[in-house]
């Protein structure tokens, strides 16, 4: 699982969640996650959620963490699965620098009314592919939310742990997968 934080600023408009964004940008191969920093600006033409393109919502922040993961298997529940486990370990990070009680509905966080978190999981004709973003400012969202700057804590050090803890999880169910034998 190949992990790497983009340190160019980056913005985010719905157009990187595409097959091959980790290749293209670091030079990776395979499965992996990378996140940076940068706004988010998702106008309904690149959104993926049909929820929200019913909806008219688009997603705007002026400045937010994200995480792009990259998995090549065509498998979406599997993948929608990964999501929520990536929030999971979202929160848990949270959970362990804060003393706030953090709630997970689905596959975003919120914190009392404060959304914190956007997140969708989606295939590509070679892949699947998840984005999740958690806001570090709050100015301007079109909605309540909280972010990162709110709590104090650096974004980028907060990426490269939850990155850590993604590539462990994932190693963790591949050696779950390797070590049993089949009953009959």
Known sequence: MNIHFIEKETAYNGSQLRSHFILNNTGLYGDGIVAFIGPCDVKLDHMVDLEDVIAKKSIYSESMLHFIVEHFD???????????????LIQTE???????????RGDDLYLDEYKLTVSIATTTP??????????????????????????????Q????????RYAEEIAGVTKACTKVRGVQ
Do not use: Y
Request: glycine fraction near 4%.
């Open 157 to 164: 050090a907060f990426a490269r742990a939850v990155m850590n």
């Open 94 to 104: 949270l959970l362990d620098q804060l003393d706030q009680k953090i709630v997970r």
């Open 126 to 155: 070679v892949s699947c592919v998840i984005h999740t973003g958690i806001n570090i400012n709050s100015n301007n969202t079109p909605v309540l939310t909280q972010g990162l700057n709110d709590f104090g804590i650096n974004p």
């Open 74 to 88: 065509m498998d979406l529940e599997r993948m929608v699965l990964r999501q929520r486990l990536l929030i999971s």
